[in-house]
């Protein structure tokens, strides 16, 4: 267990240094996309769940987020709040719902769903939720407790979206190692199995859906905080795509490749497009190589070699690593 | 809709409510066969990419950059040889060719892992991939097809006005799918086909060569997606995003289907778009999203879409 | 096979560290404007041509002196078309870059996005596009509008359509706020002008089949039909339009439409349709500055300008020659010398209305010239209409009137 919470320790120290080597802005959406990521990673990597509709939880939590900010005057930690329970609330209902279908029955079910938002804060709740604007005059923020911060200071707003993720990676952490972690991983290895032993899949099935769901609606909060700002896309189901491919460059089976997915992803998309506007060219092409030669994401595969290293190959890099992890 | 106190002061021709005419039979007649022709290339996108699921188990997101490639195609080739029809026919094939070099490159290697997300995954990266190629070679800007001589304008068939382009379109694509089903249902190849489809194993335990039926099965897909692009790009505007709206609409029709299932693609695809037509006659704001709303019932009614086979569920 | 990919993974971290240490080192005798622009997305050919016309004014800028003797920096982020991605741009510009001033969007939905983060950051936004943030709660003193506003658009085409066309209308609308307010502003003028409104019909953002909405416009034979859409949704209307035996026997206005379309669709886009433009190559006829324009943009870039490159090239002109005027950075005086001045960049002299720095710019309306076009010679201007005639007064922009009391038909 100590081994595990180094490793937790050396990411956080890491991200602590982001800011340092980007700049404070990229590395904070470094973080909220980091942790969007790693709690689709949940359904994903360790459930097996696929799903097109994340984009639900985040914009749910994204905007239960921002309409306590802006229409209640909340504090960030009571809008974190609103956000998290609407956003399981949701995840439990629509997983509840579409349990029964299969693969990517399941994962375009979740989709219309999840377009089904959209187009509720479109349209119909337009006149609270902005609509197409997305939603505006949130004041900037302040944090009174547990210390008096500026949020529009690009530090401060760094140092509170780190804390909260550093904290949600601990709860996760723990989630996914606890007994029902097991199952969950059970029914990604092999559920007709899980079945027979007597499990009920289909309640392990909504339970994964749901916590991958709080966590994306804790980073759609985080989201909201950052920009002082909704956007009406957080809530389109394309943008669920976006923890898949940063799930996928990082490794879908780590728990700590999403994160590092996020960064490659995030750091392509701001620097890239300076150069180039073709940016997602790299991306596409990126992902198309990982694929086909690294299945595992990069983190994957570094743990794969680290795994394979033997005692004869003392000269080996990976052999020295597996020493020190 | 009455208007209350934001309406005072403003005269009454403005604030009158806009009346339910009363819409005539002729109007709802073309938009019948409005909603036909909208079909139609649902139906050709939506066969290829239920075919391609029901050889290979994968959800070709790529589907929609085939049928922007297609329309590129038919820009290309009609801007050096000048026929529009040589151009669709090319076009066809040329898409065609390059998605079976994708599936053989690409594709192939990765069946052996078992695992059906990275063939779905690395179709996702091409679909992110390939449009920007695109931009590369024919830059940002639309490019014009113009509707071809002979099937300009529209005809006049008593108090209907039946665009002539439209009507070769919906021709097209039955003869199109009445070929395919020929093709599936009588010849040699077609029945090795629909084999693969059902049982992959047992047809390589018969000395076929699966992977060469599969890449055929990947590239008659294709170039139905190439030959929807190709026919639409006179209608609509050609240019490099113009899948990412279509492989949506093109998805839920799919499933409404049934993946696997080439009758229910055909059938799908002309129920979802007399729906988006009429939809679009008397509440032209929610055509968009109805479609989610119809697969969503659906799914939950009868999950596996209209014909689709029980154990793809 | 374990070293090559070990060398394949190096090489990647290689590259990854190459490119951090390629970002270049920042100047600190430059004042920098940071636009940002929809360089990719379905807009991008507008997104250029906007980056296109800021670095051209930059360049004519620092040709005669510069600002305050210092070189003007026009620093470009991909908005993505996209509010959030624009506001994230937004504040590594103002946080990271250091930027003095921020400009750009071509949408004016993230218009207004970005000119609600200026002004909680107390910065000079330049706005590019046809915007709303000029009107009502959306005003505030550190934003500038730098082209008409879609009410201003409206009365424009709407008074020559009336005078010219005929008075029954029936409209095709694309169901956004941009569209709805282009309707409205449509409704109003249709009252003032004894015009007689027969319907709307709404099209999603992004349709790509409008046939299913043209027969309903045809039933209600109509004097000429009205386009509230832009870019692919015009061309794929008017495409479709033609297909159905519409264009071409019922004129139709375009309440905004760009040379693009009218290049895209080429010969379709005829005699019988109308389309409002903030700016045509033409006026170099008429007007001097226009003709330095063009000509400069012309010549640097191989093809005339269009109306996003004006307001951009327009923007940054007017932001340079106010900074030098006020002698300072700061951002008080800079406003102030804004709001004073008098500009004649592109087209006869303009200047910003003090309640909420809306640019007094005219809007013309071209007629197409079909199978007659060539190369960029693709239509005529009909009317320049002025700000005099269509620009609402400071009291009705406040409180955002008429549109707050036009009634959109559902």
Avoid at chain 2, 294 to 308: D, S, T
Avoid at chain 3, 11 to 19: D, F, I, R
Wanted: glycine share 10%.
């Amino acid at each position: 267990m100590i081994k595990e919470y180094a490793h937790i320790a050396i990411v956080a120290l890491i991200l602590l240094t982001l800011p340092l080597w980007l700049n404070f802005t990229t590395a904070t959406d470094i973080l909220v996309f980091g942790l969007y990521a790693m709690a689709f990673n949940v359904a994903l990597g360790f459930a097996g769940i696929l799903s097109f509709g994340h984009a639900a939880f985040f914009g749910v939590g994204a905007y239960a987020a921002g309409l306590a900010l802006r229409y209640f005057g909340a504090s960030v930690w009571t809008a974190i709040f609103w956000a998290v329970l609407c956003a399981s609330l949701v995840a439990l209902l629509m997983g509840a719902l579409c349990v029964k279908k299969r693969g990517v029955y399941f994962a375009l079910l979740i989709a219309a769903f999840a377009q089904m938002f959209y187009f509720l804060a479109l349209s119909p709740l337009r006149f609270i939720t902005g609509g197409e604007d997305g939603l505006k005059g949130i004041e900037v923020l302040k944090l009174k407790f547990p210390v008096h911060a500026d949020l529009g200071h690009p530090a401060a707003l760094f140092g509170f979206i780190f804390c909260i993720l550093i904290v949600c990676i601990l709860v996760m952490h723990r989630f996914v190692h606890s007994p029902l972690g097991s199952l969950m991983k059970g029914l990604e290895e092999n559920e007709p199995r899980l079945r027979a032993c007597g499990y009920n899949t289909n309640a392990v099935k909504i339970w994964a859906f749901a916590v991958s769901g709080l966590f994306s609606g804790v980073a759609g909060a985080l989201y909201t905080v950052n920009l002082g700002y909704v956007p009406l896309d957080s809530l389109y189901w394309l943008n669920s795509g976006t923890p898949l491919v940063m799930t996928l460059l990082g490794g879908m089976h780590t728990f700590f490749g999403p994160l590092l997915g996020a960064g490659i992803f995030i750091f392509f998309q701001d620097n890239v497009s300076v150069y180039t506007a073709r940016w997602e060219f790299f991306v596409g092409a990126l992902v198309v190589i990982l694929i086909l030669i690294f299945p595992g994401g990069i983190l994957g595969t570094v743990k794969e070699k680290i795994a394979q290293a033997d005692e004869g190959d003392r000269q080996g890099i990976w052999f020295w690593l597996k020493k020190l992890s | 809709m009455a208007c209350s106190w934001p309406c005072a002061g403003v005269p009454s021709v403005v604030n009158s409510e806009s009346k339910m005419f009363h819409i005539p039979p002729n109007i709802l007649l073309m938009q019948a066969i409005i909603g036909l022709a909208l079909g139609a290339v649902f139906v050709l996108l939506a066969s290829g990419l239920s075919m391609i699921y029901g050889l290979m188990d994968v959800v070709n997101f790529a589907h929609g950059v085939f049928f922007m490639l297609g329309a590129y195609a038919v820009y290309q080739f009609n801007l050096t040889l000048g026929n529009f029809w040589v151009g669709v026919a090319l076009a066809v094939l040329a898409v065609a060719l390059l998605g079976a070099l994708t599936e053989i490159s690409l594709l192939r290697p990765l069946y052996k892992t078992g695992n059906l997300l990275y063939p779905l995954l690395l179709t996702f990266g091409l679909a992110l991939a390939l449009p920007d190629v695109v931009k590369m070679f024919y830059g940002l800007m639309p490019m014009p097809v113009n509707y071809p001589e002979g099937l300009q304008g529209s005809l006049l068939v008593g108090p209907l006005i039946v665009p002539k382009y439209r009507l070769f379109v919906i021709v097209l694509t039955f003869s199109v799918m009445f070929s395919l089903w020929l093709f599936l249902k009588k010849s040699n190849l077609g029945m090795i086909l629909r084999a693969t489809t059902t049982d992959k194993g047992m047809v390589d335990a018969m000395g076929i060569n699966v992977n060469r039926v599969v890449t055929l099965g990947f590239s008659i897909g294709i170039a139905l997606a190439a030959l929807g692009g190709a026919v639409a790009a006179p209608m609509v505007s050609v240019e490099p995003n113009m899948g990412v709206n279509i492989v949506l609409q093109c998805f839920v029709v799919t499933v409404v289907g049934g993946l696997g299932s080439l009758g229910g693609a055909v059938v799908s695809g002309v129920i979802i778009g007399e729906v988006v037509a009429f939809t679009s006659l008397f509440a032209g704001g929610y055509a968009d999203v109805v479609i989610y709303f119809v697969m969503a019932v659906i799914l939950l009614v009868r999950p596996r879409g209209l014909f689709g086979e029980l154990s793809r569920e | 096979m374990k070293s090559n990919s070990c060398k394949i993974l190096t090489a990647v971290v290689a590259v990854g560290c190459a490119l951090l240490l390629a970002v270049p080192a920042l100047a600190a005798t430059t004042v920098k404007v940071g636009a940002i622009l929809p360089l990719t997305g379905p807009y991008a050919a507008l997104g250029d041509d906007q980056q296109k016309g800021a670095e051209l004014a930059a360049e004519m800028v620092n040709k005669s002196g510069g600002v305050l003797g210092k070189q003007l920096e026009i620093v470009v982020r991909d908005s993505q078309l996209n509010g959030d991605v624009a506001l994230r741009k937004a504040k590594e510009l103002v946080f990271e870059e250091k930027v003095n001033f921020l400009a750009g969007s071509l949408s004016g939905a993230v218009s207004k996005v970005l000119n609600e983060f200026a002004c909680k950051n107390q910065i000079i936004y330049m706005g590019f596009p046809q915007s709303d943030m000029s009107i009502g709660k959306d005003i505030c003193r550190f934003g500038f509008t730098g082209m008409v506003t879609p009410f201003m658009a409206a009365q424009a085409t709407s008074q020559y359509a009336f005078s010219h066309l005929g008075k029954k209308w029936f409209a095709l609308t694309a169901d956004y706020r941009w569209g709805q307010r282009l309707l409205q502003g449509w409704m109003y003028s249709s009252e003032q002008h004894g015009g007689q409104f027969l319907g709307n019909v709404w099209a999603p953002l992004g349709t790509t089949d409008f046939s299913a909405f043209l027969p309903r416009i045809m039933a209600a034979k109509p004097d000429f039909i009205v386009f509230n859409n832009l870019g692919r949704d015009q061309s794929t209307a008017l495409k479709q339009a033609y297909e159905l035996g519409i264009l071409g026997k019922i004129p139709i206005v375009c309440t905004k439409t760009t040379v693009l379309t009218m290049k895209e669709i080429y010969p379709l886009y005829d005699k019988s349709v109308y389309g409002g433009v903030d700016f045509y190559w033409e006026l170099e006829n008429k007007y001097p500055s226009a003709k330095e324009f063009v000509q400069a943009f012309q010549q640097k870039y191989g093809r005339p300008p269009f109306q996003d490159g004006q307001s951009a090239y327009f923007q940054v002109r007017a932001l340079a020659d106010a900074i030098n005027r006020a002698g300072s950075l700061d951002s008080d005086k800079v406003i102030k010398a804004l709001e004073d001045g008098k500009y004649a960049f592109t087209k006869g002299e303009e200047y910003y209305q003090k309640c909420n720095h809306q640019r007094a710019e005219s809007y013309l309306v071209l007629r197409g010239l079909g199978k007659e076009g060539k190369d960029w010679n693709l239509a005529t201007i009909e009317e320049e209409v002025p700000a005099s005639k269509t620009m609402r007064n400071c009291d009705w922009a406040e409180k955002d009137l008429p549109n707050v009391n036009i009634p959109l038909p559902r």
